[in-house]
């Protein structure tokens, strides 16, 4: 469940189709850039008046074909997001401490991790935060996971009146949490009938599951 294998990516209309921001769009306060050729992330983030939260998401192929393109693509969003071995390729690195430490010395803002039923690891200059996997007994379906933390992640930000290094943390853990829903369902099937009630109460688990105190 943890690894993957691209035998070929199949892009479709996403080639020549690359819609612009509509102008009723421009004031948006959130873009989450699922991949894409790395040029055009450029342009959608560049269409956007002020935006609080940018996050952007790539795939091998794009790091194959164009590292340089992406690289400068990265360096302008608050967040990257990256699955790890897409991160040790783009650092050339095989610890995925030292290649988020690396991206962020390349100029990445903050870099965002995914390590499948093992969380999340956020790297920025200083800081370095890892959001656990909720630790289910059956998972259904994997695919669109990543996504789903992606989307709750800028999701949780966009609804703060500040995006603080302490936010920032309680956004992976949303993030974690709606990811682990995605994947007791096939494809997005699971997230359609999931309820706020249910998101708050699995977070307040992960609370749980993660809290400790220091004697003395």
Same mark, same amino acid.
């Given at each position: 469940? @943890?690894? /993957?294998?691209?035998?070929?990516?199949?892009?479709?209309?996403?080639?020549?189709?690359?819609?612009?921001?509509?102008?009723?769009?421009?004031?948006?306060?959130?873009?989450?850039? !699922?991949?894409?050729?790395p040029a055009y992330? /450029?342009?959608?983030?560049?269409?956007?008046?002020?935006?609080?939260?940018?996050?952007?998401?790539?795939i091998k192929m794009?790091?194959?074909? @164009?590292?340089?393109?992406?690289?400068?693509?990265?360096?302008?969003?608050?967040?990257?997001?990256? @699955?790890?071995?897409?991160?040790?390729?783009?650092?050339?690195?095989?610890?995925?401490?030292?290649?988020?430490?690396?991206?962020?010395?390349?100029?990445?803002?903050?870099?965002?991790?995914?390590? %499948?039923?093992?969380?999340?690891?956020?790297?920025?200059?200083?800081?370095?935060?890892?959001?656990?996997?909720?630790?289910?007994?059956?998972?259904?379906?994997?695919?669109? !996971?990543?996504?789903?933390?992606?989307?709750?992640?800028v999701g949780y930000?966009?609804?703060? @009146?500040?995006?603080?290094?302490?936010?920032?943390? *309680?956004?992976?853990?949303? %993030?974690?949490?709606? !990811?682990?829903?995605?994947?007791?369902?096939?494809?997005?099937?699971?997230?359609?009938?999931?309820? *706020?009630?249910?998101?708050?109460?699995?977070?307040? /688990?992960?609370?749980?599951?993660?809290?400790?105190?220091?004697?003395?």
């Amino acid at each position: 469940m @943890n690894s /993957r294998e691209t035998w070929y990516p199949e892009l479709g209309v996403s080639i020549a189709h690359l819609p612009p921001v509509l102008p009723e769009w421009r004031d948006s306060t959130v873009a989450c850039l !699922a991949a894409g050729h790395p040029a055009y992330q /450029r342009d959608l983030i560049a269409s956007l008046d002020s935006p609080k939260v940018t996050l952007v998401d790539t795939i091998k192929m794009f790091i194959d074909e @164009n590292p340089a393109e992406l690289r400068e693509t990265m360096r302008l969003a608050d967040f990257v997001t990256l @699955n790890e071995s897409e991160a040790r390729e783009l650092a050339k690195l095989p610890s995925i401490a030292r290649a988020g430490r690396s991206l962020v010395g390349d100029g990445v803002k903050t870099v965002i991790i995914k390590l %499948g039923e093992f969380g999340a690891a956020l790297i920025s200059d200083g800081e370095y935060f890892v959001a656990p996997g909720f630790p289910l007994e059956e998972v259904v379906d994997p695919t669109g !996971a990543g996504d789903s933390f992606a989307g709750a992640f800028v999701g949780y930000l966009d609804s703060v @009146n500040q995006v603080t290094p302490g936010e920032i943390r *309680r956004a992976m853990i949303y %993030g974690s949490t709606v !990811a682990s829903f995605q994947v007791e369902g096939f494809g997005p099937s699971r997230l359609l009938t999931l309820t *706020r009630e249910e998101v708050e109460a699995r977070y307040r /688990r992960f609370r749980e599951l993660t809290h400790f105190e220091v004697d003395g």
